[in-house]
């Protein structure tokens, strides 16, 4: 098993007496790969799964280092525009479930998640937040029989081709709502949120709720977080 090293050699001689080697053991959070500054080129949907597959055991402890804060600003915004908190909401693209967590904390009850990724779905499992989880095929089709659906950091760079927003909005019913979050290199291109405008546009989707705020604050990353409703 690969061990690995870090030698602090102080250019200074006020601090020379750190340069006792420390070892870092394998698992050591110095020590693991990270995916985050991989994650924003991913391009195709095998290219995707795999790199979830992948960053699964990690996830959790690498985004909340960085203050994973989107999860419940869109939580927030759903709660405050949905009818009740027991509607029938898909979390769709869970992840590990760090976004149902967050869906659970803003009081929702009926929890249903689907992802790409088989091994973010263990994770997902394990929290105990859904009443069903289940793998999708990229461009399979949504199923229409949600009150709300959340993709919460699942559509843009990194993850979800824009496709899968016009696909999440044809499933909805009149009167539903979708909540979702765009982040900064998902916003820089113009593809995403002329989706949703192209929606508010024609009349077929009208916007409750928009607001930029954190997402990954640790590497100053933001988010827009959106509700609208199907007309
Ligand atoms: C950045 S993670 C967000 C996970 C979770 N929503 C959260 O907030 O932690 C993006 C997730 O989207 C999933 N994903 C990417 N493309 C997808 C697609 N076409 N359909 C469903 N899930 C997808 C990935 O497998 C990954 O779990």
């Known amino acids: 098993m690969p061990e690995f090293w870090l030698v602090a050699i102080p250019a200074t001689s006020k601090i020379r007496h750190w340069t006792r080697p420390v070892k870092l053991g394998y698992g050591h959070p110095m020590a693991e790969r990270k995916f985050l500054g991989e994650v924003y080129g991913l391009a195709t949907p095998d290219d995707t799964r795999q790199f979830y597959d992948s960053w699964a055991e990690s996830y959790d402890s690498e985004v909340s280092e960085n203050g994973y804060a989107t999860p419940a600003r869109v939580a927030e915004a759903l709660a405050r525009h949905a009818s009740s908190k027991e509607i029938e909401l898909l979390d769709f693209g869970c992840g590990t479930g760090l976004s149902g967590l967050a869906l659970l904390r803003a009081g929702f009850t009926n929890i249903d998640g689907a992802d790409l990724s088989a091994d973010m779905l263990k994770g997902a499992a394990e929290k105990q937040v859904y009443r069903r989880l289940w793998q999708v095929d990229a461009g399979s089709p949504v199923p229409s029989s949600y009150a709300a659906i959340a993709a919460i950091g699942v559509i843009g760079s990194g993850a979800a081709p824009a496709e899968v927003f016009d696909a999440i909005f044809e499933s909805l019913r009149p009167g539903t709502l979708f909540a979702f979050s765009f982040n900064d290199h998902t916003l820089a291109d113009p593809e995403y949120e002329s989706r949703l405008h192209a929606k508010t546009a024609n009349g077929s ?27």
Do not use: A, C
């Not at 928009?210 to 990353?221: A, F, N, S, T």
């Open 205 to 231: 989707g009208r916007l409750l709720f928009q607001e930029y705020g954190p997402h990954l604050p640790g590497l100053d990353m933001k988010s827009n977080v959106y509700v609208i409703e199907k007309t």
